[in-house]
Nanobody, 124 residues
Framework: QVQLVESGGGLVQAGGSLRLSCAAS????????MGWFRQAPGKEREFVAF????????SYANSVKGRFTISRELAKNTVYLQMNSLKPEDTAIYYC?????????????????WGQGTQVTVSS
């Protein structure tokens, strides 16, 4: 059974940093692109970042570009999201996702597996 488990969320003041982790189990995701999405209260789920299977290609939403960094550690079957200079508008539940493709996509429909999410709250 495939499982993605996010961790690292919490409450932080504006300008602070958090590092989210997503541990995959049940199969090897070495040939899978991984993504992070988020959903704020009353809003639709939105793309944050993705990384290709090799880690050689990444993409970010304009709203987080320059502040967030996605990375992965194949040996640990884990993907990370380093979030710096956090803003109150970054407050959301953050979801990790994996897809059966080596290339990433910003379209949530393109992902096959999802984690349960981790809450990130940024206070002003």
């Amino acid at each position: 059974q495939v499982q993605l488990v996010e961790s690292g969320g919490g409450l932080v003041q504006a300008g602070g940093s958090l590092r989210l982790s997503c541990a995959a189990s049940g199969r090897t995701f070495s040939r899978s692109a991984m993504g992070w999405f988020r959903q704020a209260p009353g809003k639709e789920r939105e793309f944050v970042a993705f990384i290709s299977w090799s880690g050689g290609s990444t993409s970010y939403a304009n709203s987080v570009k320059g502040r967030f960094t996605i990375s992965r550690e194949l040996a640990k079957n884990t993907v990370y999201l380093q979030m710096n200079s956090l803003k109150p508008e970054d407050t959301a539940i953050y979801y990790c996702a994996a897809r059966e493709s080596i290339r990433g996509t910003s379209d949530a429909v393109g992902y096959d597996y999802w984690g349960q999410g981790t809450q990130v709250t940024v206070s002003s």
